[in-house]
């Protein structure tokens, strides 16, 4: 949902001094991917009750707090109530759900130049994808749930074999007939 920016990219890039502004942007790119993946794509109220955040610049725990002190809206109060209620506003991924969805959107954009393209923004492992959001979380470009942690990025697959190892080089597809 909403998330005050207090920084630039390029300010979280010069901080972090590890991975270029692409490899940053990607990872948002890809948690668009998996929310919409693990949760569906948002019900109209939903982006409504998102908007009303941004505008606001409040976050989900602040709108919790409003709702649970009667300070909502009463158009809010009805969004809410048509989403199926507070409960389906957060649409948090885990680290790894966030991993496998950066792996399928990396084979998506640049198929077996995808490792290419990650170990140019240095990265090389899945621990760079949680390195990557928790800068960004520090940075209030995201936002993290309190069981949040870096461990939950360490290890989630092997990075060479879960990427290259999609494709099988050579092998033909059965139905397909050989000349």
Sequence with gaps: MAVRQTRSLQCVVKAVGRYPEEAYQF?????????EQVH??????????GKYMAVHQI???????QLDEGRVDP?????IEAA?????LNRHVSGQELCWAVRDLA????????????RNWNITSTLDFGHIVFALIQHDFMQRQPDDQLDDFDRVYDFEEAITGSF??????PETPSF
Excluded at 27 to 35: I, P
Excluded at 40 to 49: E, F, K, Q, Y
Excluded at 59 to 65: K, M, T
């Design 168 to 173: 099988r080089v050579g092998e033909q597809h």
């Design 107 to 118: 084979l998506e954009h640049w198929g077996l130049l995808a490792t290419q393209v990650l």
């Design 27 to 35: 990872v948002r790119e890809a948690l668009d991917y998996a929310v």
């Design 84 to 88: 199926g209620g507070v409960e389906k």
């Design 75 to 79: 158009r809010v109060r009805a969004a």
């Design 59 to 65: 976050d989900l725990a602040e709108l919790y707090e």
């Design 40 to 49: 569906g794509p948002p019900s109209p109220a939903v982006r409504r009750i």
